[in-house]
């Protein structure tokens, strides 16, 4: 099989582009790190939404781990009575959605 590439020795149009689009942000950061000081205080901020996610995810882990315990614990003394109907309408109702994407 071969492949014939003309972009080989060249740039495409579409990379000549971002080139020029790094080069704008590249300029724009020197400016912003010379007026802060220099590269040495270069530091990320992530939005206030990214730490909401983390908390929630956190929280959702946590309830999710009582949530086993306690099935375990009603597991382990015989008073566990999984509603089987709601087991099987809620396995149907995943593989439909599932089948709609």
Do not use: C, W
Request: charged share 20%; glycine share 10%.
């Amino acid at each position: 099989m071969r492949i014939y590439d003309t972009n080989l020795t060249g740039t495409s149009a579409a990379e000549t582009g971002r080139s020029q689009e790094t080069q704008k942000i590249d300029r724009g950061s020197q400016g912003a790190a010379s007026k802060t000081g220099g590269a040495s205080s270069d530091h990320v901020e992530l939005s206030g939404g990214l730490g909401r996610l983390s908390q929630t995810l956190s929280s959702f882990h946590q309830d999710r781990a009582s949530r086993v315990q306690s099935l375990a614990a009603l597991y382990q003394s015989g008073n566990y009575r999984p509603d089987s109907m709601a087991t099987s309408r809620a396995m149907v109702s995943e593989a439909l959605s599932a089948s709609l994407k």
